[in-house]
């Protein structure tokens, strides 16, 4: 069997496929979302959090996809994840701009992966419980760089010269959407629905492009959650996906992020409201900070024309307001005391923010003790002759 030269130069052009421009390009966007939804489901929700349970068919997928498009050692991700949100943001963190710069996370994000993946004490505490059979031990393990080769042939012999670019695209994609974009601007930059304990973001509210990993704060704030959006205008591709499964019976939910229930009407706070309102502290503390910011609405004409205080000033007053108190430095709380000299209102919202999380964070008081604490705290919010205070108590109060 003889070939052409022509026919030669033509399989290393177009390869076996011959495809167009835009039907490689739609190849290498499927390709590559389908390894961001082996990301999300597999290594992130399934094997770091282990908010679901996978059939053996996806969780056998995903670990050959993931071999053939990233390399990805399953226990390496894992646990290097888990340490991130044990040492969220601190020096101990793998990867945290708060403490290494947006920079170096953002464009050396696969680089501190790498160093800490040989960090043999992280791989002890926190790898544990992932797969550990015959496969990952003799091939996805032991010849992990195996797999972005068989992926390298395949595209040339598929695409022909054009299958190197779409191979780059394929080894690139992942470095840069997760270990760049939502290790580091997922800390940087974005809006926050809760005031959880880091300063994780959500980036955009159409979790999509990188499967719902978009939503990063909604995550941190409930790590083991199989479901990553939490308002109605938040979309989380990956949830639909894990639902499909599950609907399939190739996948279980263990857990999502817990959604309050009300009995309207409530004319006083009982050991039910007590509990439900600790485990919904951070749904309840959102609704908080709404509250504070129509107490601001109320408060910013007198502030402006009796007080005289500059825009500047203000603007930062309203961003400290509405922040976990014990996460504000000492200028910033002194700030906050020269705010209260000319508002009352905003004092009496800020330090009854205080009493309320005290109601969570104090676990030496007993049941009775914290219930008493609820009720005085609803009784003098009520009392307090503001209106957006009065409003949030009679909802605290609905709590079930």
Known sequence: ????????????????????????????????????????????????????????????????????????????????????????????????????????????????????????????????????????????????????????????????????????VQMMWIPVTAAGIINGIGHYWGYRNYDCADAATNIIPFGIIIGGEELHNNHHTFATSAKLSSKWYEVDIGWFYIRTLETMGLAKVKKVAPEPKFQHGKLEADLETLQSVIANRYDVMAKYAKSMKSAWKEELEHLKDKAQLEARFLKSSRKFLTREPAKLEAPQKQQLVELFEHSKALETMHNMRVELGVIWERSHFTRDQLLHKLQDWCTRAEASGIKSLQDFSLRLRSYA
């Open 1 to 168: 069997m003889t070939f052409s030269l022509q026919t030669v130069l033509d399989f290393l052009s177009n390869g076996i496929t011959g495809a167009s421009g835009w039907q490689v390009f739609a190849y290498t966007m499927i390709v590559t979302h389908i390894t961001i939804a082996s990301v999300t489901i597999y290594l992130h929700r399934h094997q770091a959090h282990r908010a679901l349970e996978l059939h053996g068919i996806p969780s056998h997928f995903f670990r050959f996809w993931l071999w053939l498009t990233t390399g990805q050692v399953t226990k390496e991700w894992a646990a290097i994840h888990r340490k991130h949100h044990a040492k969220c943001d601190t020096e101990e963190d793998p990867h945290s701009p708060v403490t290494r710069g947006i920079k170096k996370v953002f464009w050396e994000g696969a680089e501190l992966y790498r160093a800490e993946s040989k960090n043999m004490e992280t791989m002890e505490k926190y790898g544990h419980g992932t797969p550990d059979d015959w496969m990952e031990k003799n091939v996805y393990t032991k010849y992990s760089w195996m797999g972005v080769v068989l992926m390298a042939v395949i595209n040339l012999a598929l695409f022909g010269v054009i299958g190197a670019t779409v191979w780059a």
